[in-house]
């Protein structure tokens, strides 16, 4: 069983920016596409970001298309959410996932997930 641990959640003022890192345990990292949700406080959880294995196609939430990235080091066992120009309605805990595709990732066909970690945007 595949551990995911994210981590570079906290408290930032509108138009800020974060970086979230997911570090998975195992070997089996680099054969698995990856991704980033979100579950805000009363809402459904929600596709961010996916990422393919080989990092060569990358997917986004068209509310975050242009402000945030997705990206990997299969070396390191690490994927990434670069956030840029954050908004108050970002505001969510973040959970990085594992699927087989990012296109299962879309459809929340996740097979491992982590514990999650906090992002506020302050107004």
Known sequence: ?????????????????????????????????????????????????????????????????GRFFISRDNAKNTVYLQMNSLKPEDTAVYYCARSITVSSLKTHRVDSWGQGTQVTVSS
């Open 1 to 65: 069983q595949v551990q995911l641990v994210e981590s570079g959640g906290g408290l930032v003022q509108a138009g800020g920016s974060l970086r979230l890192s997911c570090a998975a345990s195992g070997r089996t990292f680099s054969s698995y596409a990856m991704g980033w949700f979100r579950q805000a406080p009363g809402k459904e959880r929600e596709f961010v970001a996916g990422i393919t294995w080989n990092g060569a196609g990358t997917n986004y939430l068209d509310s975050v298309k």
